[in-house]
């Protein structure tokens, strides 16, 4: 079994930044891929960005630019920079990782984005 605990949520003005940290219970290199996704009130979960076990990243449309997704080996830790928010990324962000044959996910952090 694999834990998932994400933190750095919070409220932040229109404009400001966050970042977003997701601790794994194992180290990083076994999954093959782990991203962020959000899911705002009433609508589905989204995709955000991903980061595969080669580095490669995606990115929604909706936040080129603006979050960049990274993560940290030796600290066993998926990271969101998340720059020039917008009220409309208010969401719950959750920590997902895959493995050959299972997807884990992490309890999820609130961001709201308000003045």
């Known amino acids: 079994q694999v834990q998932l605990v994400e933190s750095g949520g919070g409220l932040v003005q229109p404009g400001g930044s966050l970042r977003l940290s997701c601790a794994a219970s194992?180290?990083?290199?076994?999954?093959?891929?782990m991203a962020w996704y959000r899911q705002a009130p009433g609508k589905e979960r989204e995709l955000v960005a991903t980061?595969?076990?080669?580095?490669?990243?995606n990115y929604a449309d909706s936040v080129k630019g603006r979050f960049t997704v990274s993560r940290d080996s030796d600290k066993k830790t998926l990271y969101l920079q998340m720059n020039g928010l917008k009220p409309e990324d208010t969401a719950v962000y959750y920590c997902?990782?895959?493995?050959?044959?299972?997807?884990?996910w992490g309890q999820g952090t609130q961001v709201t984005v308000s003045s």
């Open positions: 194992r180290p990083i290199f076994v999954f093959i891929a």
């Open positions: 980061i595969t076990n080669g580095g490669s990243t």
């Open positions: 997902n990782a895959v493995t050959y044959g299972n997807g884990f």
